[in-house]
T-cell receptor
């Protein structure tokens, strides 16, 4: 099992550009989520999904969209990037137990 | 809302024990977790404890839970330089999909 994978590892965007952060898991987990990590603020939940076709907002959803067309994939879209979205983004998944497993992260810089 | 708090920094000498503390506010917490994050990497699950337990030991790691005071600690015995990392405390309640993370404690191990 590869676990939770994320691409790209690093990305630089200009203000106003759009992009999609990819996340995939091969553990057949129903629950997937996106977090952002900022210095001194820990991890904050952006969006989550409890299964294919079902998504919901987390703590900081503004400026981000998600979709869940398959169990494996949970992409995060930035429609119009802003400097405030400079952060490290982590995707996570969880199976029948309540333990989350994290991907390696995407480091995003918005200029 | 629910909150998880940790001190930001801890410095110990190699071979000593480290104790990282965490307090939380959610009285309905079911699971409490410790994650380790090394530089440039994702979060690695170290250990977890159910809320009906007081203590859990796993090799060099000991987790203590005081439910009355809503206090969780992680003790690392014989701390090594490879233990230098950021340690996150997190909690969740069974049946919800929210994980609440602390801000992380940066552990520095001095040779």
């Amino acid at each position: 099992n590869a676990g939770v994978t994320q691409t790209p590892k690093f990305q630089v965007l200009k203000t106003g550009q759009s992009m999609t952060l990819q996340c995939a898991q091969d553990m057949n987990h129903e629950y997937m989520s996106w977090y952002r990590q900022d210095p001194g603020m820990g991890l904050r939940l952006i969006h989550y999904s409890v299964g294919a076709g079902i998504t919901d907002q987390g703590e900081v959803p503004n400026g981000y969209n998600v979709s869940r067309s398959t169990t494996e994939d949970f992409p995060l879209r930035l429609l119009s990037a802003a400097p405030s979205q400079t952060s490290v983004y982590f995707c996570a998944s969880r199976g029948s137990t309540d333990t989350q497993y994290f991907g390696p992260g995407t480091r995003l810089t918005v200029l | 809302g629910e909150d998880v708090e940790q001190s930001l920094f801890l410095s110990v000498r190699e071979g000593d024990s480290s104790v990282i503390n965490c307090t939380y506010t959610d009285s309905s917490s079911t699971y409490l977790y410790w994650y380790k994050q090394e530089p440039g990497a994702g979060l690695q699950l170290l250990t977890y404890i159910f809320s009906n337990m007081d203590m859990k030991q796993d090799q060099r790691l000991t987790v203590l839970l005081n439910k009355k005071d809503k206090h969780l600690s992680l003790r690392i015995a014989d701390t090594q330089t490879g233990d230098s990392a950021i340690y996150f405390c997190a909690e969740t309640s069974s049946g919800t999909y929210k994980y609440i993370f602390g801000t992380g404690t940066r552990l520095k191990v001095l040779a």
